[in-house]
């Protein structure tokens, strides 16, 4: 079987991403589309607007064959992480033979170009990124700055192109054997928040979820009826809890929480404004500020992050197309484990093990915040 993979969060699943799967397994021809998506939070350091289970039977209702969970440990991560992580897994299952992503920029050639560039990073670059975040700058725009000479800016300017790039250095990093295959995005931008006629970003379109806005248009009536009426609750206050329940060291020991980050969130914690609003700067995003308030919360320490990345983890399957369960069987080749049923994990041991109680912590805090969906048949017809 070849499989076609997509990395996603679908927060939600809207028509874009119902383009992107038709694309994606019209382009590749491959015999199935797997999707590797994030679970019940985010790569911005929040939680998804709908449980996993839900958002997977989405995908599956809108053109995906079968959903994996990418672990909460790089699903929370930053950019080369998240990337690290999905590809470490799909790369495991042998029939993976080319990945799908949205990009600004549908150049095959500019994205290996550019991943074999950062993948040999000069001295002179990294001293120049050093140089620049030291000035204030958040590591992002430093390591644009840096390049701007070297590769096309564009490139690394807009948040799915980063993250093409990372996927792409994944690919080489690890010599998998999988094409890349971008596609242009239609409509919104990634952080557009203006309601496009048919295409719009997910970030739009949970603006006009929160203002009451008719977001009918942009997203299929199957996501439409299993959206909430209200979206979870803040994070802030268990966030605020953890960090005060904690030791210093174990705060700094989480990932992106450098330069003595971990006493800033310390005295933040104690403040009456949100912590993004107490440590968001040029230098420290709110998305890294978010990431490191979640996994501190979740226990995530970049000990467990690294070791995950050299370990074989595991297949925990969310949905998949009732008739299309042949792909079960595909991903059985892997060095993986699946899971599909409670008592699957029980085959789980070491790092996995570790691991996938991440997942489970990540479950528990996420019905802290709202009642997820209690129906989760993972064969959709």
Known sequence: MKICAVICEYNPFHNGHAYQLSEAKKRSQADAVLCIMSGNFVQRGESAIVDKFTRAKHAVLGGADAVIELPTIFATSNAELFAKGAISILSSIPDVTTLCFGAETASTEAFLQTAKLMNDEPESISTAIKTYTAQGMS??????????????????SSPNNILGVEYTRAILAKNAKIDILPIQRMGGGYHDTSLDREFSSASAIRVGLTSGSDIS????????????????????????????ARKTEEIANVCDCTEGLENAFKKAAKQPQTLVESLTSARYTSSRIRRIALQNLLEIDKNLIQAGLQSPLYLRVLAVKKE?????????????????RVHDEESLCGIAKKVYQRDIFAENVYALLQNPQKMRNVFIP
């Open 139 to 156: 590591f992002a725009k430093a390591r644009m700055t840096a390049w701007q000479k070297i590769v096309n800016v564009d490139i690394l």
């Open 217 to 244: 248009s942009v997203i299929p009536a199957f996501v439409k009826t299993d959206l909430p009426q209200r979206f979870p609750q803040q994070l802030d206050s268990l966030e605020k809890y953890a960090i005060l």
């Open 324 to 340: 299309r369960s042949d792909i079960l069987s595909a991903l059985s080749t892997s060095l993986c484990p699946i899971i599909i």
